[in-house]
């Protein structure tokens, strides 16, 4: 069956320092990639997308993420974060011949000190 | 520009009941998709509609149901409630591949 793992369920970072969420999906055909993010007490947002082209995308906020299809991997970073990157951020997967279904990891909580 | 709305916000059921649960669109979006969201777990896909019909479903008993209005608007249905149904249940809507949320319905089944 199609997965998604995300490896770290719980992130604690102090300000300014670099973060990188792992994402790793099963599915050996062609994908669609995303990134969401929860911030406290609000829905989930869109923060970057990957189709096709350059495997490095930038997103909103100065994240980024990169996709090698080697690795099955599209991990997400930012050089450095702030008191408010403070959310639950998913990797979802979109199987090309999935129509739209989005497959989902189980997120992690990313809690970044003052 | 109004985005996608869900409602009602929370509702609260017992063992067996049925449920109703909606969705708005957002604005110029003709598909709808239901996922829901278990405490401390990613989305788990419903179902998605459009032009008023199923067009692609998950790994959910038959028990949960859907319907498109011509409007694009969108209700799930569960019968026969579980306990195990109480969740976050998220609507999103799209144009084309990317999927947009709602704030989703908070349902606790007693």
């Known amino acids: 069956a199609q997965s998604v793992s995300q490896h770290n369920h719980h992130v604690i970072l102090s300000e300014a320092a670099s973060l990188e969420l792992g994402c790793n999906y099963s599915?050996?055909?062609?994908?669609?990639l995303f990134w969401y993010v929860q911030y406290p007490g609000q829905h989930l947002q869109l923060l970057l997308k990957?189709?096709?082209?350059d495997p490095l995308v930038k997103g909103i906020k100065g994240f980024e993420a990169e996709f090698i299809k080697s690795k099955f991997s599209f991990n997400l970073r930012k050089p450095s974060v702030q008191w408010s990157d403070t959310a639950e951020y998913f990797c979802?997967?979109?199987?090309?011949?999935?129509?739209?279904?989005?497959?989902w990891g189980a997120g992690t909580k990313l809690i970044i000190k003052p | 520009d109004a985005g996608v709305t869900q409602s009602p916000t929370h509702l609260i059921k017992t063992r067996g009941q049925q449920v109703t649960l909606r969705c708005s669109p957002k604005?110029?979006?003709?598909?709808v998709s239901w996922y829901q969201q278990a405490l401390g777990q990613g989305p788990q896909f419903i179902f998605q509609?459009?032009?008023?019909?199923?067009?692609q479903r998950g790994n959910f008993p038959d028990r949960f149901s859907g319907h498109q209005f011509p409007n694009y608007s969108s209700e799930l249905n569960v019968n026969a409630l579980l306990l195990g149904d109480s969740a976050l249940y998220l609507c999103?809507?799209?144009?084309?591949?990317?999927?947009?949320f709602g704030p989703g319905t908070r349902l606790t089944v007693t």
């Open positions: 979802a997967v979109n199987p090309a011949d999935s129509n739209y279904q989005l497959i």
């Open positions: 599915y050996g055909g062609t994908v669609n």
């Open positions: 990957y189709f096709s082209g």
């Open positions: 604005s110029g979006h003709d598909t």
């Open positions: 509609y459009y032009e008023e019909e199923e067009r």
């Open positions: 999103a809507s799209s144009l084309g591949t990317v999927q947009y």
